[in-house]
DNA sequence: AAGCTCATTGACTGACGGGTCAATCCGCCG
DNA sequence: CGGCGGATTGACCCGTCAGTCAATGAGCTT
């Protein structure tokens, strides 16, 4: 009668969460370990029981949630809506998984993918390949007729990232106004801005 | 006759312009303060003769050439020019500073504007101060007539500086491709992407 | 009930590197 | 010449963790 072992409480997970925790509060470079431990009210070693480094504690923590937005930019694409459509969904997606946990999203954004030097090294080609996803949104709007061909997807995908990002980034260190009216707003000036441009 | 004391070399500078490749090579965290040395080619001791820590070095090398760009943009908004061509300044004079020095951009984006959370905590009023004076751009532009008003001049702002440090991103980090025709183009797309925008 | 497996504990170790400081060097001035 | 002050040196100190490991305990199997 196989039982699970992880019947009661998935230890493992309660050090996930907690990490999430600990990594947006201190940052991952300034925390210890013991805090983690601390925070997810378990034994030092059992940390080390599921995980073979700090290290690889974030980088579990990235590529669980990282997977779900690469497939979640696969399945947009695959829908038959225009391509600003498609880009208003990639970026709400994105600003719905910062409003529905500011905290991950905080994690990987600051200690991740804008720390590129540190970590993202190792996950440069996870993040390349959101953007090559992304660029192929582009190009085949381009083919289309919706976008002009004017400029290279690969700098169209750079700036409409790039306004995503910095807005993310804008909330977390208190330079932009956060509210549930912001993140709406948000959704529609950034696509609006990169299809329509400043322009008057 | 008041010969000056520093006449025939000046170490902190030597320091200075080491540190910028040792960063530049190593990383801010994982090199040590002895890196630095010997790539200056002067005793240990002495980096702490000129710099009370570090941190402090890294200040000093970002303040140095954030005030120089903070400097750019006053003076390119001073001018009587389209405010598209305003922007293209302020692009292509961030785009030069990188043809120009390297190093020290990557140095400067990749250890103190990406990295908010570990250093930029100190800076993010310097940075912001970018931002506003951008924004100030913007906005006259807006009441102008010359930019859409629909788009607040925060979000016009994240979506022009996002776009040119995710390019520059982009090249430290081999995504793009660098060349002086890239960082050409680069200064021409960045700015018809966010003013023109990608719609047909 | 005995013994096995595996989660769990937390004290301990060892490396690493930032920062200190006492000593030395050197140009200048009286 | 003698001595002052600032530049320069680099060995050393010392705190800080990441990671280890031997011991404990809880439940399952036979």
Redesign the pocket.
Known sequence: ?A?P?QAP?D?RRIILDAAVRVFAREGFHS????DIANEAG?????V??YFK???QVLDTLFLERWDVLLDAIRETDRQRIPAEDKLTAIAGFIIESYRHDPDLMKVIIVEVTRAANTFGATHIGKIGEAYELIRGVVEKAQNAGEFRSEIPSEFAVMAFYGAIEQVLTGWIFGLLPESDEEYELAKAHIVRTICGGLGA
Chains 1, 2 share one sequence.
């Open positions: 009668m039982v072992r409480v230890k925390c210890r370990v013991s378990v034994a030092y070693g059992l080390y029981h480094s700090k290290d």
